[in-house]
């Protein structure tokens, strides 16, 4: 059966490290695979998409990897800041779009 | 500059009442959809409209219906709610069906 997993619920790190979260999925052959945030009580809110044939996006001092062979993407926070902490959901997009249970962040300064 | 507007925010029932959650968006976007979200779990895709005059089933459509009124409304109808149904209920819109989603801030529904 198709399955998207997210690495482990809760991450906490420090301020000024990298944060690096993990999106593997099973049974997909996605076109493309995005990145949200979602702060409590909110909505989430669109990051960054990568497609297929996209190694590597990056936008200021968030970078996302897309590896087709692995089944993974990899979404990196650089120099983190306590405002980073928030849930991060990753998102299928092979005809309906997929999401992950999400990865909490929490950037402690 | 509303983006996505659900309305309404919160709301309470009883089982086996109905109830419809309202949405709009004032972006000109073609798709809208609509999940669910359960304490510590990711979106779960209930209906989505690609264009407007369609609709379509997602992962867990039973026990809701849609209507696509126009381009900007996509209502969500709970016909008996049951309290397998209380969650957090978010609309989103895209303006195409494989592009980035714009949500709203969510329903929060309880049925007691």
């Known amino acids: 059966s198709q399955k998207i997993e997210q690495n482990s619920e809760a991450l906490n790190i420090q301020e000024g490290k990298t944060a690096t979260l993990t999106c593997n999925y099973t049974?997909?052959?996605?076109?493309?695979l995005q990145w949200y945030r979602q702060d409590p009580g909110r909505g989430p809110v669109f990051l960054l998409l990568i497609r297929e044939n996209e190694k590597e996006k990056r936008k200021e001092r968030l970078k996302v990897t897309f590896d087709t062979t692995l089944k993974q993407s990899l979404f990196h926070i650089t120099a983190s800041q306590p405002a980073d902490s928030a849930t991060y959901l990753c998102?299928?997009?092979?005809?309906?779009?997929?999401f992950g249970d999400g990865t909490t962040l929490t950037v402690k300064p | 500059n509303a983006g996505v507007t659900q309305t309404p925010k919160f709301q309470v029932l009883k089982t086996g009442q109905s109830m419809t959650l309202q949405c709009a968006q004032d972006m000109n976007h073609n798709s809208m959809y609509w999940y669910r979200q359960d304490p510590g779990m990711g979106l779960r895709l209930i209906y989505y409209s690609a264009s407007e005059g369609t609709t379509d089933k997602g992962e867990v459509p039973n026990g809701y219906n849609v209507s696509r009124l126009n381009k900007r409304e996509f209502s969500l109808r709970l016909e008996s709610a049951a309290p397998s149904q209380t969650s957090v209920y978010f609309c989103a819109s895209s303006p195409g069906e494989y592009q980035p989603q714009h949500f709203g801030d969510g329903t929060r529904l309880s049925i007691l």
């Open positions: 998102a299928l997009n092979a005809g309906k779009s997929t």
């Open positions: 049974n997909y052959s996605p076109a493309y």
